[in-house]
């Protein structure tokens, strides 16, 4: 399963992009073609999730029953939605009603800019039901080839030169969308009464070309995947690369998928928590405690909260490699007048054709005259008379965001006067680079900067009587990005009076985003304070995280009050207050011990390793396995890479604290345990305790006429 980062997999696309040139320069077809996801067009259009949670809540109005237990996701969303939409024509009215009005996604738009210029692909294959990249190419002037229906699936010729969109699933528009398990299997199939289906057309085009897969999860058994499993029986020409969302994602898919050499995972970096602030305990610390036991079980260190690079998005990869390629902008840009002139005269009157004057009724070459005269009439008067420094550092701006090099952007804003920029310049100037993430490339510097420049733009903003921005997540999470990058420099003073900024600003508003900007900004000041050895402030501000939020019913909020909890035990423990420690860990298992979601099934899980860690550290050994095997009960089974890790650290400490016990047969087959579960893992955490496992399990299983191995030689994990 190789799995590699976004630069990394971007920069092989390319390689791949020229060396497929030079091989076939009299008719460079691309080996690539695109197959996109519902992450795409996400935020506009609802993702699965959300629509099953309205067709749950539409579907219980009417007392119809839950899906049956242990149910897979799509058998679950296939359930709610026809509960609450039996008719096939109301489920296609109510998926026109979310996509109909949608605006189209910046995702979409970036998608539209890689297809029109073809370096990568002009076949987009996508498993959504709305518009939006067929919207986003018209607007770009180029109209695609559609089908949504097996009926039209001859249309998609992969090796033509046009422009083609696909939707294996349907679209809203049509009756014929796939929503319900047995309508998604039925598309998966071959027909002897049609010509062609739509899983036989993705045969033939997966035949030839490698998808890059965007914003989809993988719903095994959907048309694609079934397709894309027959595929992966036999070696591919051409990499395929899979850009997950989360590492959840990856951990999610199938084996058939993960295990084929060539399929690249392009992951996001390590999400949510790591422990790099400090040690919590070391070794030495623990054999303290308790006298004579070597090998000493794994704690874990404090959660840092907010992550650089928790997600992969969507729009994220379309602009890595929009940065990596450099396509050219859409014409639509470049000369928008010239451009509606050229695109009326060929949509209109057609490309090349004769138009007698007798037949323009409604005086289509006038306008297309006009339009042409302006155009002309706006090069000479910028020949004459260039546009003012403003316009030109504007434009200037403009072109390196379409370009996706936000540190030109940045570079350019940062040389502006913002007194002498208008309302509709700081908004712009604003909304373009809120959101623009430089931590994950660790260029900590330029995102204090593009903070800086946000938040001073918004200032003047405010002076002018426009305050809304300033008052909203666009300046919010900025901040919060600088505070964490000032962190990242070893500068936490200043991090900490960012945080509390942050806190001020934005602590009395009652929008869910920002209490969650306010949640996280409270939680990752306390890391900081933990940073600077100032203890117990940072236990009382994890306090306050508890107290302000404590009673929130949204996951995001909910997630910071159980890592709140979770550090302040770790730090009750680094000052050896472990009852006091025990309680906090407790306490998150109270709260959030029956929750299903990811984002809160991991502290859970912590919490009750470091629990047993603690009991072990206070001799009551017994309590300890205890705890290991409930970690294993509650999440054994668990495929998630952050659950994973802590299932295989129980069983460790388990098998560590029956060796302290001298029941060294016992501890052998927790050992072996561990290396049953985990020995074919990729993630580096499970390697290094596989092999602290097997190093143990050998120094126990030595011969008795062997030298005999001191304990202090066994190989614990090392604490973080």
């Known amino acids: 399963m190789p799995q590699t980062d976004l630069k990394t997999a971007v920069v092989e696309i390319h390689q791949t992009l020229d060396d497929w040139a030079e091989r076939t320069a009299k008719d460079p077809q691309s080996p690539f073609f695109f197959f996109v996801g519902a992450g795409i067009s996400y935020p506009p259009v609802p993702l699965a999730s959300d629509v099953e949670a309205q067709c749950r809540q539409r579907a219980e109005r009417y007392k119809k029953n839950p899906p049956a237990a242990g149910c897979s996701a799509l058998e679950s969303y296939s359930h709610w939605f026809q509960a609450a939409f ?119 085009i997966l035949h030839a070309h490698s998808p890059l897969v965007v914003g989809y999860s993988g719903w095994e058994g959907d048309v694609f995947m079934a397709a894309l499993k027959n595929r992966l029986t036999g070696s591919l020409g051409t990499n395929l690369y899979w850009f997950c969302y989360r590492r959840e994602s990856f951990a999610a898919l199938p084996a058939w998928l993960k295990d084929h050499p060539d399929v690249r995972f392009v992951l996001p970096e390590q999400p949510g ?45 379309f602009e890595s490699l929009i940065e990596e390629l450099k ?4 014409p639509l ?36 005259e006009r339009l042409k005269n302006l155009s002309s009439l706006e090069k000479h008067q910028a020949v004459q008379a260039p546009p003012a420094l403003v316009d030109r550092q504007m434009e200037a701006f403009r072109n390196a965001v379409r370009q996706a090099n936000y540190p030109a952007a940045l570079q350019e804003a940062s040389g502006m006067t913002f007194s ?20 994950a490339d660790g260029n900590w510097s330029a995102q204090v900067s593009l903070a800086d420049v946000v938040d001073s733009a918004s200032e003047v903003l405010a002076q002018r009587g426009d305050a809304e921005i300033r008052s909203s997540k666009l300046i919010a999470i900025p901040l919060l990005r600088k505070a964490y990058s000032l962190g990242a420099l070893n500068r936490s003073e200043d991090a900490i009076a960012v945080y509390d900024e942050v806190i001020r600003r934005f602590g009395d508003a009652a929008e869910t985003g920002l209490r969650e900007q306010v949640a ?58 472990s009852e006091e420690e025990i309680a906090a860990y407790d306490e998150v298992v109270r709260r959030f011990g029956e929750a299903a979601e990811a984002e809160l ?54 098998g560590a604290t029956l060796e302290a016990l001298s029941r060294n047969e016992d501890a052998v087959a927790v050992y072996d345990e561990v ?46």
């Open 520 to 577: 996280k900004a409270l939680f990752n000041k306390g890391v900081r304070l933990g940073a600077l050895d100032r203890s117990e402030e940072e236990i009382a501000v994890y306090g306050e995280v508890v107290r302000r939020f404590g009673e929130a019913a949204e996951t995001e909020l909910r997630e910071q009050v159980a890592w709140a909890l979770y550090n302040k035990g770790v730090t009750l423990g680094a000052l050896s207050r």
């Open 86 to 204: 039996p008719g096939r024509q109301e489920r296609q009215h109510f998926l026109r009603q979310i996509m109909e009005s949608a605006v189209i996604s910046q995702a979409n738009f970036r998608l539209a800019h890689l297809l029109l210029s073809g370096r990568i692909a002009k076949l987009a294959v996508t498993a959504n039901f709305d518009d939006l990249l067929t919207r986003a190419l018209l607007l770009f002037g180029e109209r695609p080839i559609v089908c949504d229906s097996p009926a039209t699936v001859g249309r998609i010729d992969a090796e033509s030169k046009d422009l083609k969109v696909l939707h294996v699933h349907g679209s809203f528009w049509a009756y014929d969308c796939c929503n319900l398990r047995g309508e998604i299997d039925a598309r998966a199939q071959y027909s002897n009464d049609a010509p062609a289906t739509m899983r036989s057309r993705l045969d033939s």
């Open 675 to 720: 290396v049953r579960r985990f020995g074919e893992a990729a993630e580096p955490e499970l390697i290094k305790i596989v092999q602290d496992a097997v190093n143990n399990r050998d120094e126990l299983q030595r011969p008795s006429g062997d030298a005999q191995a001191n304990p202090a030689d066994l190989h614990p994990p090392q604490t973080t």
């Open 327 to 330: 396509p050219e902008n859409p």
């Open 601 to 654: 099934r991991e502290p859970v899980a912590r919490a009750l390793v470091n629990k047993g860690w603690t009991l072990g550290g206070l001799n009551r050994s017994e309590d300890a396995i205890a705890l290991c095997d409930e970690v294993v009960r509650r999440f054994g089974e668990a495929p998630e890479p952050g659950l994973r890790e802590q299932v295989a650290t129980a069983l460790f400490n388990k």
């Open 273 to 317: 928590v790591s422990a790099t602030e400090k040690a919590v305990r070391s070794p030495a610390d623990a054999s303290q405690g308790n006298p004579g036991r070597e090998a000493n079980p794994r704690a874990f260190g404090l959660a840092t909260g907010d992550n650089a690079n928790a997600a992969l998005s969507a729009t994220a990869v």
């Open 420 to 439: 002498e920029l208008s309302i509709s310049h700081l908004r712009e100037l604003v909304s373009s680079l809120a959101g623009v993430d430089f931590r």
């Open 333 to 368: 840009i470049d000369d928008p007048v010239g451009f509606f002139a050229q695109h009326l005269e060929k949509s209109l009157i057609g490309a090349g054709a004769a138009f007698q004057q007798v037949n323009d009724k409604y005086s289509i070459l006038s306008i297309v």
